[in-house]
């Protein structure tokens, strides 16, 4: 039976620095295993599909631009992802990892936030064909 | 203006939107003066549909969307799935994985039992003890952290295994963090079992005796302090805890005192049979391989969550997609014991009664319909639709 | 230090109205500050209570239907204005109190309980549940620490034999301090204006788990801001008349400054240290032990002024 059982804590803490991570001021070391944004290696990658499958947050979008030479498109949306790292156990070729610096993911945009990997002339190439479907979708409505 | 009115009784609602509940659910307590008299609760204010959404993902994505039934127990959820999966599939998970997915239950667990400490010490409006405690509980958050990849949602499971590993330098940063909380946890206990003005507000507050407990159905720590002795990782154990035991821990007196005490020498359970594990952990495999259709078929799987005994229905119709998910999770069993043992009590012990059984909200997305007489009745989806409709007239 | 401000001065600017305004926010952030330490956490910067003040003031004022509306808006007026006056007798900031006449010290007693009162009927004029459960517990817990704090204050009164702050603050450096000669005393008097100032853990009229805001649940924008300026300000003021009683006077600024922020590291301490307690724990504290304590030191000071000439340690200190 004591009063004030934590008089020690207090004094303890009251001598010590306090514990509050100062974060957006002081960005702390994160664990090498962390989890963070999903990278893509477009070199390696077979075109299997399992990841895009398997994604619980439809998150990955993978746009084939030449199957017979293995040049594929990834299209990561950032703001989709809950950092499963499902895809990564999926992957049969080890083409996807999460890094573990890249982690403060917030958009800061209305627009979505989405990063496209792989080769940039099959980067380009996919977003001309976005383009090209978008500007034709638009001009259908407009027909009608 | 009251005078018109025939006397009524002083209620005092709590919730949905209430400092004392860091998550919603409506409660209505009447009161004398100080003294409550009767309580009522409504849940149900975060239902997400997730057993519904269950049936629209495949096998491999339910196992993420289980996870996030509960923030603060994610990885039993998430196990208590894959572990039913596997069962379906009659797959047997390597040794090790059995292990390493038995390491992150009960880090886990005291993540869990640490972070209700600090929230029932705030209830009870002993914030030092809060700050501390959860100072204290950044130790294992850390350790998760860098086992798993991340503090809350680890993970660590996928269908057939886990996806991490244990290494020398986690093991060795493992022990460091046990032996320092475990300090730690022992400094706790003397607090909360002998701080005079603490101890006025748990001891012989919300007591529950043991035929209350079996009657109502409480289960884990809260049915534990009143000295029934269940838990699922004893009656019936599951990944490796057949290898790895652990002890029951018990209490007689059945008040929040004795919650408090079941909790902390939980936690000393956990600290040795981390320690145990950690030191003899099996080599061998992480993951086995595991069919994408799922046999046809219908399984349970239970497993001890820091709440108490959690339990998972699936049914397969063979395809790629379960054709019923059914989550019952524990702190759904347990308002019961709240709301009869509010009676009685002074409003100043509501809240601390309500954080005595470590209430979960979000898991309780889900219709009660509780059966006073014994007349068993069926509800089709059009009642339930009707009732649904009127409800809300 | 003696110096005569014009009167007008003394209520506007100093030692009343503005500059006792920004003490108390001062003061706030000491508190909130150190009770933060105390739970190894940084706290609030410091310019957080100003900031607080200039939010609620710009925020609308909502007006709840059910209330008397005058009243409502009266009451946080009435309780700053009360806590201001009672500034006026007090050595603030270690200069000789603004006004003072010969019973001041009872005035003052009273002037600093018409905030809980006020604070009582603002909950009780409101038709909200936490508010009326609150404005019970505050008056409860008034009725309990009240008459203990006067008694404790009494006590240097009695012995110096003078029911004028200025006096006793004059006379309390030159004796042995009253914090050993009636230390029975000075701890009443430090609990009880915990007790007053709603501190944890006699926080039970605003436990925020419990009953949200307590009576004030209901108040918003200005009425708000009003009321807690005023609660930050009956700190200081009640931390200078603790001081100046038990800790030998106020004789200068520097006196005031240190003696007050030592008193402030105590009482932080000693909200740190325990769970709240329940309205009737309290009450039951105040009147089974409080009260026999004052009564007993009451009683050594009345022997010790009549054995006080034999025993230099008593009585007259």
Known sequence: MTIGSMLGDIVNSFIKKPVTEKYPFVRSETPEDFRGKVVFDAETCTGCGLCVKDCPSKALELFTVDKANKKFVMLYRVDRCTYCAQCEVSCRSKSISLSDDQWELAATSLKPFEVYYGREEDVKYVLDQAAQTAAGASEETEKE | MGSEKKPEKFVVSIGPQHPALKE???????????????????LGF???????????RTWVQNLYLMERVCGICSHVHAMAYAQGV???AHVEVPPRARAIRELIAELERIHSHLLWLGVAAHEGGFDTLFMLSWRD?????????????NRVNYSANVLGGVKIDIDEAKISAIHKGMDFLEERTRHYMKVVTEDETFLGRTRNIGSMSLDLALRLGAVGPTARASGVTYDVRVDSPYAAYADFPIKVVTDTAGDLEARFVVRIKELYESFRVIRELIDHMP??????????????????????APRGELFYYLKSNGSDMPERIKVRTPSLCNWGSVLSTAVGHKLADMPMILAGIDPCFSCNDRMVLVNQDNNLSTWSWEDLRQYGIEYYK | MNISLPPLVALLLFPGGLVLLISGLVYEYADRKLVARYQNRIGPRWFQPLADMIKLLA?????PTGVIKGLFIFLPIVALTAILTAALYVPMFGFKPAYSFSGDLIVTVYLLSLMTLCIGLAGANTEDRFSLVGATRALTQMFSYEAPFLFALLGPAIALGTWNIGTINAAAGQNLWFIIAQPLGFLAALIGLMGKLELSPFDAPEAETEIVAGALTEYSGRGLALFRIGRDVELVIGLTLVASFFLGGLGSPLDFLWKTLILL?????????FARLRIDQTVGLWWRWGSILILAQLILIV?????????PFLGRG
Do not use: N
């Not at chain 2, 080599?283 to 001890?304: D, K």
């Not at chain 3, 925020?59 to 007006?63: A, D, Y």
């Not at chain 3, 022997?303 to 025993?311: A, D, H, K, S, T």
């Open chain 3, 59 to 63: 925020k609308e004022e909502v007006i």
């Open chain 2, 137 to 149: 509980r950044e130790t294992v958050m850390d350790l998760l952290e860098s086992i798993t990849g």
């Open chain 2, 24 to 42: 919603p659910g409506h409660f209505e307590f009447g009161v004398e003066g100080e003294i409550v008299t009767s309580a009522t609760a409504r």
């Open chain 2, 283 to 304: 080599a061998s495999e992480l993951t086995t391989r595991i069919p994408r259709r799922m046999p046809e078929g219908e399984v349970v799987s239970r497993v001890e």
């Open chain 2, 86 to 88: 596997e069962k379906l």
């Open chain 2, 46 to 56: 975060v239902h997400r549909g997730m057993e519904k959404g269950t049936e629209s």
């Open chain 3, 265 to 273: 590291l105590v009482t932080a301490a000693l909200q740190s240290l």
């Open chain 3, 303 to 311: 022997i010790g002024r009549f054995v006080g000439p034999f025993i």
